[in-house]
């Protein structure tokens, strides 16, 4: 069995829950070492830069159109039209600005995107996100008046070892909402996040190995 469906399997079997999908965070890597999951039969998949998604997934998505592309990174307002064109799922919708080019995008393009409100759930300065006050109003505005396909709440904790308290909020938040997806928990982090209802991991390295 190569490598990375090796690796693979061993993160399936440490969340054993068909409800959780793993978005294989494929940013930085090649696609010669990102086949070997295509042809596992794997669909989702991760990227954080519209222009390296592009060159790198246009032509397989042409081919596989069952290939599912999350954009995980900070979308910039300018790129809102490629990526409502490419990706099936947006995890980092964080401004009204952002949210308002996406449908108007999807409306030019008629084509539905799934997406999640980014939350800077450690009210840090230097991430992307929401902030927890603003974030009922910025739900309505996206679901009511922008009728976008709001499936759930995405965050990246900070890094200070209290992971399960800001997974624990991210939880209570979306259930107030009444979401039903959470898109939490990477390759450090992960098996913390399924104890508080993520149903989407996004894990690289832990599959892909270490970036150079």
């Given at each position: 069995?190569?490598?990375?469906?090796?690796?693979?399997?061993?993160?399936?079997?440490?969340?054993?829950?068909?409800?959780?999908?793993?978005?294989?965070?494929?940013?930085?890597?090649?696609?010669?070492?990102?086949?070997?999951?295509?042809?596992?039969?794997?669909?989702?998949?991760?990227?954080?830069?519209?222009?390296?998604?592009?060159?790198?997934?246009?032509?397989?998505k042409k081919k596989q159109p069952n290939i599912k592309l999350h954009m995980i990174g900070k979308l910039q307002s300018n790129k809102a039209k490629e990526a409502v064109n490419l990706f099936d799922f947006i995890?980092?919708?964080?401004?009204?600005?952002?949210?308002?080019?996406?449908?108007?995008?999807?409306?030019?393009?008629?084509?539905?995107?799934?997406y999640f409100i980014q939350v800077n759930i450690g009210n840090e300065s230097q991430k992307s996100g929401i902030e927890i006050k603003s974030l009922d109003e910025f739900f309505y505005y996206c679901t009511k008046?922008?009728?976008?396909?709001?499936?759930?709440?995405?965050?990246?904790?900070?890094?200070?070892?209290?992971?399960?308290?800001?997974?624990?909020?991210?939880?209570?938040?979306?259930?107030?909402?009444?979401?039903?997806?959470?898109?939490?928990?990477?390759?450090?982090?992960?098996?913390?996040?399924?104890?508080?209802?993520?149903?989407?991991?996004?894990?690289?390295?832990?599959?892909?190995?270490?970036?150079?």
């Amino acid at each position: 069995m190569h490598p990375i469906i090796q690796r693979f399997e061993n993160i399936k079997s440490l969340i054993n829950n068909s409800n959780v999908k793993i978005v294989a965070v494929s940013k930085t890597f090649p696609y010669e070492q990102i086949k070997p999951l295509v042809d596992y039969g794997h669909v989702h998949f991760g990227e954080n830069k519209v222009q390296e998604a592009q060159n790198k997934w246009s032509e397989i998505k042409k081919k596989q159109p069952n290939i599912k592309l999350h954009m995980i990174g900070k979308l910039q307002s300018n790129k809102a039209k490629e990526a409502v064109n490419l990706f099936d799922f947006i995890h980092s919708v964080d401004n009204p600005k952002l949210a308002s080019l996406l449908a108007k995008q999807e409306n030019n393009l008629n084509k539905k995107v799934s997406y999640f409100i980014q939350v800077n759930i450690g009210n840090e300065s230097q991430k992307s996100g929401i902030e927890i006050k603003s974030l009922d109003e910025f739900f309505y505005y996206c679901t009511k008046d922008l009728k976008l396909n709001l499936i759930g709440l995405m965050a990246i904790p900070p890094n200070d070892d209290k992971e399960s308290f800001y997974f624990k909020n991210m939880m209570q938040l979306n259930k107030l909402l009444g979401l039903k997806e959470l898109s939490m928990g990477m390759s450090a982090d992960f098996q913390e996040a399924l104890k508080y209802e993520t149903t989407f991991v996004r894990i690289g390295s832990s599959i892909f190995g270490n970036r150079t």
